[in-house]
């Protein structure tokens, strides 16, 4: 297809379609106050606009949300044009919605509320949720330009492929098999290879609770919306921390589970291919619990029987049960679970919101009788070399053919270089070796913990940042090697929420020299404009430990915000 010189009209048309399909009665009818008179549009901002029965549905989460309609006590049609409402009003305060397809929800929603009174039984564990998804995954009916102007009314970017609008993802599938009401599709950069959320057909997707920041990326769009809880749950993907990111910058738990748990089979990507860093899918929600229900339910779908990656790994309630066992001899004199703490990655001085986050996490599990140790594992630096090797393999070619489709222009977050270097396979293979000699030094590291726990095991869990800094300010991102070293791994993490940053407590120590704080602190932070900033952190556990890192980051997000209150 030739590029097209009117892509910034494209553009512009795409993005004019994705409001009209609003409803009327769901448009604001004001402009919006600009984000340096109200920064935050979450809980009384955007209640204002909704009834207290749509904010008791929209704010409880999806484990109390399934309970309802699982039983019959709230009719999916209710539910599915609360969260309508709410994402609408989302989309219009900080444009995170790529796809807007609320009338076939709804139709959904009837067809469910129908069997339920046929049947006086549910679909699925998720019948009559609503789920939100990012613009990868494909839905019937519904288009998907993964942030591209060259692939507006293509199936990703071929003209006449009659897969458009028809097929749908491995994912979508199940999920509909689950009971859940698909009905919206979130912003994404165009590459997906950004910590921003920035493309030609939506503009720029801001964060929430500080409109002058970024809500993180790639599975931005995702995060904005749960944090305005125009949805109880929904699904990123994360080659580099695009699930953990958006996360932590939204105030959310999220999950960037091993490869091979979650099915890809069917989902747009970019580099698809590639497979030394895989990307996942991984959930993003208020709660931790959601996460878990979420997961669990994917897995019920037997995936390793529709995706040839997926491995068949059902849920393993014994794990969770011994996880829950250790965490019952907290404070008793027995042997608990023992952590790791890694403040400084070697690659980004982080901010102080994120260094009070790190202290914070600390002091709950000091509090908790966990063993703490400081985490001193093979460079990071290493890791995050390996990370951008991986990640320009290709030279750009896959970013320039699709930029190319419309002659677009790249936006300046897109980690991406331009006309790199392609790499030969004999290339490609060395790469290879030296990240599983990475992943193994790493492995045995871990390993080695056991001789510091006192537990007898080597470490449960590594609690690190996310990034050097909290929700960023535009166009200053740093570096993704505070979650890229993960994906290096394939290690299982969670993102947790601690706190959020204040103007008035986040400043430079008292009686602390520059020396002394070279080591970890960065001084280009801006305590004004970083006040409010949510400030999330990661928990990592071993490859594969999904249901164990999960049970820990519900308990421990749950003491956390109790030692805040």
């Known amino acids: 297809m030739a590029a097209d010189p009117n892509w910034r009209s494209r553009g512009a048309a795409k993005r004019q379609a994705t409001l009209d399909t609003i409803p009327e009665k769901w448009r604001l009818q004001d402009p919006v106050p600009p984000a340096t008179e109200v920064p935050n549009v979450t809980g009384a901002y955007i209640q204002q606009y909704l009834s207290k029965r749509e904010i008791e549905i929209t704010e409880s989460d999806a484990v109390d949300i399934a309970a309802q309609t699982t039983s019959g006590t709230w009719s999916a049609v209710e539910v599915t044009e609360a969260f309508c409402h709410r994402a609408a009003l989302a989309h219009q305060l900080v444009s995170c919605l790529h796809e ?21 039984a549910p679909i699925g564990p998720l019948h009559g949720l609503p789920v939100s998804l990012k613009d990868q995954f494909h839905v019937k009916g519904v288009e998907t330009t993964m942030g591209y102007v060259g692939w507006i009314n293509t199936f990703q970017g071929k003209s006449n492929d009659s897969r458009r609008t028809v097929q749908e993802s491995e994912l979508t599938r199940e999920l509909r098999n689950l009971g859940a009401v698909l009905y919206c599709k979130t912003s994404v950069p165009a590459t997906l290879m950004a910590g921003e959320t920035v493309n030609n057909i939506i503009g720029y997707t801001w964060n929430p609770t500080n409109r002058l920041l970024s809500c993180g990326g790639s599975s931005g769009g995702e995060g904005a919306l749960i944090a305005l809880r125009g949805s109880p749950g929904g699904f990123g993907t994360d080659i580099g921390g695009s699930v953990r990111i958006p996360a932590g910058f939204n105030n959310l738990y999220g999950l960037r589970p091993s490869a091979g748990r ?110 703490v140790i400081t985490w001193y594992p093979p460079s990071h630096a290493t890791a995050h070399e390996l990370a951008n090797q991986i990640y320009g393999m290709d030279g750009g070619v896959d970013m320039m053919h699709h930029f190319g489709l419309s002659g677009e222009k790249k936006a300046p977050q897109v980690l991406l270089l331009e006309e790199g270097i392609e790499l030969k396979a004999s290339s490609i293979a060395d790469i290879n070796i030296v990240k599983r000699e990475y992943q193994k030094r790493y492995m045995d590291y871990w390993n080695s913990t056991v001789e510091l726990t006192g537990t007898g095991r080597p470490v449960d869990g590594v609690f690190c940042p996310l990034a050097s800094h909290a929700a960023v300010i535009p166009g200053q991102y740093g570096n993704v090697g505070y979650t890229s070293f993960v994906n290096v791994l394939d290690y299982t993490s969670v993102a947790i929420p601690v706190t959020f940053a204040d103007k008035d407590v986040d400043v430079r120590p008292a009686n602390k020299s520059a020396a002394e704080l070279e080591d970890y602190i960065e001084w280009d932070y801006d305590a004004k404009t970083y006040d409010g900033a949510p400030v999330g952190v990661q928990l990592m556990g071993r490859r594969l430990q999904e249901e164990k890192i999960l049970t820990i980051a519900e308990y421990i997000g749950k003491e956390i915000a109790q030692d805040l209150n």
């Open 262 to 371: 979650i099915p890809y089979e069917g989902a747009a990507n970019s580099m698809d291919g590639q497979n030394s860093i895989l990307s996942v899918i991984g959930p993003l929600a208020p709660t931790a619990r959601s996460l878990t229900f979420l997961f669990k339910a994917v897995l019920s779908q037997e995936p390793w029987y529709h995706d040839p990656l997926v491995l068949e790994l059902p849920w393993r309630d014994e794990i969770v049960q011994e996880t829950c066992s250790l965490i019952k001899r907290a404070g008793t004199g027995v042997p608990s679970l023992a952590f790791g703490l890694m403040n400084y990655n070697g690659v980004g001085r982080i901010h102080p919101p994120i260094a009070r986050g790190m202290k914070l996490v600390e002091q709950t599990l000091r509090r908790l009788g966990h063993k």
């Open 100 to 120: 807007i397809f609320f009338d076939a929800a709804i139709e959904d929603a009837k067809k469910l509320d129908a069997y339920f009174a046929e049947h006086k």
